[in-house]
Antibody, heavy 115, light 108 residues
C-alpha cells in the first residue's frame, strides 16, 4: 500500500528555517515525480516545488531561492528545506507522488510563521 | 507562468442536479489538466487527469472535457457526499504547475 507521511511542521519566527520530511512507503521516491503543495488557512492550493525522477528541480516564484526540495534515496524520503520564512509561508504543506494519473498525497503538516 | 481562471468561485445546487465548473488557461496547455476534490481538513483527491481520464475508483458521475485553453468539469448528478471544493491544475511542459482558485460546491 502506498503511503506518504509528512512531518517537521511547527511554529517558527519570521526569518527562521524548517525542514519538512515526507516518508514514503509502497513505492520508490527516486523513481517518481515528487511534489510539495501548500494551502494557507482558508485559501486555495498553491503548487510549491517538484523534483523529477531524473533529479531536476523546479520552484514557484514565491519560494525560489528560499526553499530547496531534495530526496534521500536510501531513506525513501522527500524533503523541503525552508529558509528565510515569512508570515505568508504559513500553510499546511502536502507532499504528493506523481503529477497526473495514479497520484498519492500525504495528510499534510502545518507550518506557522509568526513572531 | 500559466494562469488558470476557474469559475464560478462557489455554487449551490440540489441533489440530483448537473453541476458544471469551468477552467481557462492563459495559454494552450493541450490536455495537461487535472481536477481535484478537497473536503475540509483533508488532502486533495485526484478525480480527473489528462483533462478527461477518470482516476481509478472515482465514480462515473464525475467527468472532464476540453483541450487547449478551455476545460469543463461536470458532476452529472450531485450527491450529498460531493460537497467539497474543486480545483483544476495545469501541468503543461515545465513547472510551475498552477492551480485554479477553486470552486466551493454546496447543497441548496
Amino acid at each position: 500500500e502506498v503511503q506518504l507521511v509528512e512531518s517537521g511542521g511547527g511554529s517558527v519566527q519570521p526569518g527562521g528555517s524548517l525542514r519538512l520530511s515526507c516518508a514514503a512507503s509502497g513505492f520508490t521516491v527516486s523513481s517518481n515525480y515528487m511534489s510539495w503543495v501548500r494551502q494557507a488557512p482558508g485559501k486555495g492550493l498553491e503548487w510549491v516545488s517538484v523534483i523529477y525522477s531524473g533529479g531536476s528541480t523546479y520552484y514557484a516564484d514565491s519560494v525560489k531561492g528560499r526553499f530547496t526540495i531534495s530526496r534521500h534515496n536510501s531513506k525513501n524520503t522527500l524533503y523541503l528545506q525552508m529558509n528565510s520564512l515569512r508570515a505568508e509561508d504559513t500553510a499546511v504543506y502536502y507532499c504528493a507522488r506523481g503529477y497526473s494519473g495514479s497520484q498519492n498525497w500525504g495528510q499534510g503538516t502545518l507550518v506557522t510563521v509568526s513572531s | 507562468d500559466i494562469q488558470m481562471t476557474q469559475s464560478p468561485s462557489s455554487l449551490s445546487a440540489s441533489v440530483g442536479d448537473r453541476v458544471t465548473i469551468t477552467c481557462q488557461a492563459s495559454q494552450d496547455i493541450s490536455n495537461y489538466l487535472n481536477w481535484y476534490q478537497q473536503k475540509p481538513g483533508k488532502a486533495p483527491k485526484l478525480l480527473i487527469y489528462d483533462a478527461s481520464n477518470l482516476e481509478t475508483g472515482v465514480p462515473s458521475r464525475f467527468s472532464g472535457s476540453g483541450s487547449g485553453t478551455d476545460f469543463t468539469f461536470t458532476i452529472s448528478s450531485l450527491q450529498p457526499e460531493d460537497i467539497a471544493t474543486y480545483y483544476c491544475q495545469q501541468y503543461d511542459n515545465l513547472p510551475p504547475w498552477t492551480f485554479g482558485q477553486g470552486t466551493k460546491v454546496e447543497i441548496k
